[in-house]
């Protein structure tokens, strides 16, 4: 015999009462299909085989002239609606949208009842939401109250997925031994827990190979990418195989092999753009860009900075909007034109003080340092160079000091200032060295 489940009786519940408004309003299974539709899929619903989404659900409830609640009021039901808002909101996050993902979990999680283990998941993806936004101060009790429900609850698949996301919550703290612990519990409680789930394992590996990255250590990341890639086999989906690309793309580009970072850059862009991720895909054309620049393909490099600003105006993305306007000012700057970098520059400070993005601000300073020297305001590019230091220092990353301490060298050395130029260029090494080390 089949074992109906609460899901099951769920969704034939739903279908059963869609059928009796049909029938009522004494229209055909084609009629209410119209051109939205097709006649089958609606037999698959009123058979209880396949669950609407909770768009599709309003316009058959339109047409039905029902209140939407009618069809999902039971206690049953209440199960399927709750289910169909959450994987509705995952849905949104996969397709870039994590503002109509955030409304529709907190509105879902202001119900005075869920079944805890919906609560939990609502709070998973809720935290995910605020970390696509870049508000990570919101994600983090998000989280840790989700966290410790899930180990009550000792729902291990859950678990996982939040000692994860707290990694990356940390990573955008750029808190690299924060971000490793979490992603290392994620780990062993997967490797302990026997799942055999290989995206998950590969989207982990991934993140920790992100730390490897930021911590200077680029083959060790390459080789962690490649792991990565390797566990998922051929199922990885479409975000994590894009964000692996992505580290290749970063992690080649350190080591000098630009061809292949470039090749890895346009894997990644591609997928994102897919996707419908605009913001990721401005991070993309971002990377893009600062390959192009090393290649000396500045007009390339300017096409893509641009480009990538202008799709983050039109979503009214203001979070990582300078460091693109700050990549199109260098852009200039490399094609001879430091008047026009200058306006750009001023326009990417203005865009930074609307970021909560330290590192934001940290590149426009370092580009405003380069524009303000080849525009022979020697004090002006000093000024600049010294805030991004001071800016990297507090936001405790050794590799950022390092690469503004070495082109503050450059512009010092270009100035005439040798002895200040060595110490720049000696502080950059130390901090590399002591970055790599940890």
Partial sequence: MKL?????RAAEQMGARIRTARREMGLSMA????????????????LGRARPSMASLRVIAARLQRPIEWFLEDPDTSRAAVELSLTEAEMRLRRGNPVEARSLLTELLARPYLPPQARTRGHLLLGEAHLRLGNVQEALPVLQK???ASEAGKWMPLSIELYD???SAYYMLRRPPE???????ALAA???????EPVLKARILGHRANLYYVAGQWQEAIALYETAIEAAEHVLDVQGLAGIYEGLARSFRKTGELDRALTYAQ??????????????????????GSILLEQGQYQEAERQYLEGASRLRLVGDKEFLPHLLAGGAEAALELGNPELASDRVETARSAAGESSDPVARLEVERVAGRVAHALGRVTESRDHFEQALAIAAAAHSAVDQANVAYDYARTLEAQGNLGQAVLRYREAYELRRAATAS
């Fill in 267 to 288: 894997r990644s862009l591609r997928l994102w753009e897919g996707a419908q991720d605009v913001r990721m895909a401005a991070q993309l054309r971002d990377a893009m």
């Fill in 4 to 8: 109906r489940t609460p899901s099951i």
């Fill in 146 to 148: 989700a966290i410790k």
């Fill in 179 to 185: 971000a490793g612990r979490w992603f290392d519990k």
């Fill in 31 to 46: 009629e209410l299909a119209g051109k939205d539709f097709s006649r089958p899929f609606i037999n698959q619903i009123e």
């Fill in 190 to 196: 997967f490797e302990a827990s026997g799942l055999t």
């Fill in 165 to 167: 996301r707290m990694g």
